[in-house]
Structure formats: structure tokens, C-alpha cells
Nanobody, 126 residues
Framework: QVQLVESGGGLVQAGGSLRLSCAAS????????VGWFRQATGKEREFVAA????????YYADSVKGRFTLSKDNAKKTVFLQMDSLKPEDTAVYYC???????????????????WGQGTQVTVST
């Protein structure tokens, strides 16, 4: 089993920055992918970014590329999502998710992730 706990959400003005954290516990992570998804009110959950634990290869949605950056701390089993130049349309509940042995075509699809955190609210004001 894998447990995920997000933190770092909050209220920020447009153009500001936030850093989200996803702390994992449980089994080893060598073959896992850790993804971030978000869901705005009344909208479907959408892919934001993901990182392969073993290679540190990253994936980003076009809407956040160049503004959001993933990193990880192997010792702490924590993934960080640095969000810069935030826009009001980034407002959503952000979820951390994980699963193992995902093929590349599955990484951007939330249905393929079995482990989820509780979510953290990010609100960007104008």
C-alpha cells in the first residue's frame, strides 16, 4: 500500500507562486510514477504533471509547461510541484497520485492511478 499526503495549497494573487508537496509512505517507489492532477469546480479532473521515480523524467500539460516544475527528494519520498506565474484558471483542488509500471500513454490519464492523496486547494485571485 501507498499513502500520499499533499500540502502547500493556499490563496495567492495572479502572478504569484506556490509549492505543493506530496509525501509518500509505504512500499518502495522504484517503478512508480507520481502525478499531479487538478479539478476545478464543475470540471473534470485533468492532468497537470508527472514524474517517473526511477528516471526523474517529467511530463507536463501544455497549460502549465514553462510555469510549473516538478522535483523530488528521494530520501524523503516527496515530490514537489513548484507553481510560478499562477493564473486564475489554475484555481482547483490539486491531487497527488501514484501507481507503478504505467506505460507512457497512461501517465496523463487519472483512471490509471490507484493511489491518491486527499487533495489541496489552490486559489488564484485576480
Amino acid at each position: 500500500q501507498v499513502q500520499l499526503v499533499e500540502s502547500g495549497g493556499g490563496l495567492v494573487q495572479a502572478g504569484g507562486s506556490l509549492r505543493l508537496s506530496c509525501a509518500a509512505s509505504g512500499r518502495t517507489f522504484n517503478n512508480f510514477v507520481v502525478g499531479w492532477f487538478r479539478q476545478a469546480t464543475g470540471k473534470e479532473r485533468e492532468f497537470v504533471a508527472a514524474i517517473k521515480w526511477s528516471s526523474s523524467h517529467t511530463y507536463y500539460a501544455d497549460s502549465v509547461k514553462g510555469r510549473f516544475t516538478l522535483s523530488k527528494d528521494n530520501a524523503k519520498k516527496t515530490v514537489f510541484l513548484q507553481m510560478d506565474s499562477l493564473k486564475p484558471e489554475d484555481t482547483a483542488v490539486y491531487y497527488c497520485a501514484a501507481d507503478q509500471n504505467l506505460i507512457q500513454s497512461s501517465i496523463r490519464q487519472f483512471i490509471h492511478y490507484d493511489y491518491w492523496g486527499q487533495g489541496t486547494q489552490v486559489t488564484v485571485s485576480t
